[in-house]
């Protein structure tokens, strides 16, 4: 696969293909960057829009004696609170022709579930309510006999679903789809509700 094909699955496919991105992250290899490439993802992810510092950044190359690093993942230092967990930007940047570029920030968050945390990346979705869902349903135990304990692994991103009252997760191989209208009869059910679940080949 061509070294800019890569670099644009890099920056594209964690919000459209998280399986992929996650498949292609697996052939990678860790890489160092200069002092001044440190300076400028700083500036870039953290510094100009949000007016945070760096909190670290994972520089990855595509060949194991690569002098340069191909891509990096940048995580800003936490802005504010949420549940007492920390909230902050990351964002993916690569290097093409020597220059780099990188694509839009995501907040990101932790959730506490019972015994451990998810990471998790809000989206469209208003952070408290991300939270709160999260936390409820991975209390559910199973939908249709799949483990929802099972399928949520970090990180998962979410989004709005076709309607206000969906919201879609989207967890490395896992697509879950919850719903906060949740019918009161004939027997009153968990809110919000699972009511899909799909695990990607």
Known sequence: MPRLTLILLFLLA???????????ADQTFPAKLSRDERLLLEQLVCGQKLGV???EIDARAFDANAGKA???DVKCRPHARLKDKPL???AQCARANNQWSCGQSELETRVALKDREL???PGA??????????QKISTYGYFQAKSLDAALQSTCNMG????ADLIEISCKRWSITVSFWCPKTPVPTACPRVIYMNERL
Request: no cysteine; proline share 8%.
């Open 53 to 55: 510092a760096v909190a």
């Open 70 to 72: 191909n891509y990096a």
């Open 125 to 134: 979705v208003e952070p408290n309510v991300a939270y709160e869902a999260i």
């Open 14 to 24: 964690p919000a459209v293909f998280p399986a992929m991105a996650a498949g292609v």
């Open 119 to 121: 990471v998790i990346r």
């Open 160 to 163: 709005m679903g076709d309607t």
């Open 88 to 90: 902050y930007y990351v």
